[in-house]
């Protein structure tokens, strides 16, 4: 899987300067948020999770188009969830607790 490079977004730039900190100060920190400023984050390629998560080492992280086909189709772009028994579940969902819930973190 190819890692791509990604420079943050204004309007990520403008979420982190609200809470007035970098996104390497919000990693070291462990600094929370909401759904909308992971949603920005993820597609800016960095991972996130939330702190309520019960599974060990559980995150998402973006998966851009192009890194599999299925029966010759290219994959669009999905979200996809390192789970607790060190998968990779691409097509993650979020329910109304994820999207309401202020305890999103950065991980890299």
């Known amino acids: 899987m190819r890692e791509a490079k990604y420079e943050l977004c204004e309007k990520c730039e403008k979420e982190l300067s609200k809470l007035g900190m970098t996104t390497e100060e919000m ?3 462990q600094a929370e948020f909401d759904f909308g400023l992971a949603l920005n ?6 991972k996130v999770a ?5 599974g060990k080492d559980m995150w998402l992280k973006l998966i851009p188009s192009g890194n599999a ?7 669009q772009n ?4 390192k ?3 060190n998968l990779m579940q691409p097509g993650w969902l ?9 305890d999103w973190v ?3």
């Not at 086909?69 to 994959?75: A, E, H, K, R, S």
Request: proline share 2%; aromatic share 8%; glycine share 10%.
């Open 106 to 108: 950065v991980l890299s």
């Open 69 to 75: 086909t299925f029966q010759g189709y290219p994959m």
């Open 94 to 102: 979020a329910s109304q607790a994820d999207m309401l819930a202020n």
């Open 27 to 29: 990693i070291e920190h």
């Open 41 to 46: 984050l993820l597609k800016e390629g960095h």
């Open 78 to 81: 999905c979200i996809g969830m």
């Open 83 to 85: 789970t607790a028994n």
């Open 50 to 54: 939330r702190k309520g998560w019960n």
